[in-house]
């Protein structure tokens, strides 16, 4: 499972982000979607930020899910499923709002290398992907590279594309709501 997690050869970029192209960030070099034509096969979309902070900080942040619900408001609820301390293979099933709809999910911890690596496998009713942060010291704090890929399952691959622009729209600040929890919590 964690193959699907590691680095691999990047795509062309299918297009840049920018305000004139679907509205989905106010700047256009921090967001990307990468990927194969939007009607088939899964889509990446890059995020990239600096945050104050250790790596282990912001990895303890990230491994928190008492904390998810405080940097991630689409999250409405979190049901633990895997007892004891978050590790590799760690499971929740998750609700959370996608515009006007509601979806659940179940997540697995598929990567975890505490303070440097940490990818989340994804399984819901329409859609399955993967979310991966990894972390490197830079000086001044950490830099944080947030990569996540979904693609529809069944009928729902068709839209595939759709859905990874809604993700985008909602999830381009998702660095910067996971800065504020960090710093926040200092």
Known sequence: ????????????????????IGGL?????????????????PMSFTRTAVIRATPERVFSVLADLGQTKQWMPAVQNIDNVTPGPFRLGTAWKETR????????????????????????????????GQMT????????????HYAAQMSGKGLFRLVSGMMNR????EDHDILDRLRGQVERGR
Do not use: C, W
């Not at 691999?8 to 299918?14: E, H, K, L, Y």
């Not at 960030?25 to 088939?40: C, E, F, M």
């Not at 809604?166 to 729209?169: F, G, L």
């Open 166 to 169: 809604m993700m985008a729209e």
């Open 1 to 20: 499972m964690s193959s699907l997690l590691t680095p691999g050869p990047m795509r062309r970029p299918r297009h840049q982000s920018s305000p004139a």
């Open 97 to 128: 709002k996608a515009g006007k709809r509601t979806m659940e999910s179940a997540i697995q911890v598929a990567l975890y290398r505490p303070p440097s690596q940490l990818g989340l496998q994804v399984n819901g009713r329409a859609m399955k």
């Open 25 to 41: 960030t106010k700047d256009p070099s921090a967001v990307g979607l990468i990927g194969p034509n939007s009607l088939d096969g």
């Open 133 to 144: 942060f990894t972390l490197a010291p830079k000086e001044g704090g950490t830099e944080v």
